[in-house]
């Protein structure tokens, strides 16, 4: 026998963002915003062992500043390798 490799590659995953809401002059706070894994395939059922979407949290981003105009901004979150997963 010739030793081979198996390899573990990145897990797929869809993640929605939920929307919030903050007041005029404070910070934009992302923390609270609701992440739901909507992966709906047979062959990738999204998160593994109780995983949860929090550590996507850092992917988050918003125009909004504590000096932004009342009305609404977009929440995204940018598609990356992170951890074991491809978001």
């Known amino acids: 026998f ?9 897990r797929s995953v869809t993640i929605e963002i939920g929307d919030t809401q903050g007041v005029y002059g404070d910070a934009p706070d ?14 990738d059922a ?3 062992g109780g995983e949860s979407t ?3 949290r850092s992917l988050l981003s918003t125009a909004a500043d504590k000096m ?11 598609a990356d390798e992170h951890g074991n997963y491809n978001v």
């Not at 030793?3 to 990145?10: A, L, N, P």
């Not at 992302?30 to 062959?43: E, F, I, K, N, R």
Request: net charge negative; hydrophobic share 30%.
């Open 46 to 48: 999204g998160m593994v």
């Open 54 to 56: 929090n550590q996507f």
């Open 68 to 78: 932004s105009s009342v009305g609404k901004y977009d929440i995204t979150g940018t």
């Open 30 to 43: 992302l923390s609270g915003v609701t992440l739901t894994d909507t992966t709906a395939s047979a062959q």
């Open 2 to 10: 010739v030793d081979g490799q198996f390899e573990v590659t990145h």
